[in-house]
């Protein structure tokens, strides 16, 4: 009975670390786990409801997704988090100090989607460039045929 209270209490310091970090609120997590890590299965009962939601999406590192996310952050430890905030991806640090557990959140990584949507307006800079620039030899043109 003491070992489910401990374990309790560590669940019950981890959600509010969470929440101090705001990281329930910001958007949804993107939590990276291993079938052989024993410590994922504590978070993931940590989120059980975050995961049932939707808010929190569980993402094996054995999966393309999973690869992909860890090359590009540098994850070599799981569990993992990463903050999709719908505009960005962060990933996210755990570690204990003293008796509290500590969640930080490093700078953001542009979603592809926003990286997407960026590209998109670069293509649609330019060629807005050659339109004008076309137009100015057009009216250049005329200009010289009416003298």
Excluded: H, Y
């Excluded at 070992?3 to 910001?26: K, M, P, S």
């Amino acid at each position: 009975m003491e070992e489910d209270a401990v374990a309790e209490e560590i669940r019950n310091r981890i959600r509010e670390a969470f929440v101090e970090a705001g990281l329930l609120e910001e958007g949804r997590l993107l939590l990276l786990t291993d079938k052989r890590c024993l410590g994922c299965e504590a978070v993931k009962e940590m989120l059980k409801e975050e995961l049932e939601s939707g808010a929190a999406v569980e993402i094996d590192v054995e999966s393309e997704e999973g690869k992909e996310l860890c090359e590009k952050f540098g994850i070599e430890e799981v569990p993992a988090i990463i903050l999709d905030t719908g505009k960005e991806l962060r990933k996210c640090e755990i570690r204990t100090e003293g008796d509290d557990l500590v969640i930080e959140c490093g700078e953001g990584e542009e979603s592809d989607k926003e990286k997407m949507g960026e590209e998109e307006q670069a293509r649609e800079r330019v060629k807005g460039e050659a339109t004008s620039e076309s137009e100015r030899e057009e009216g250049k043109k005329k200009e010289l045929e009416e003298d």
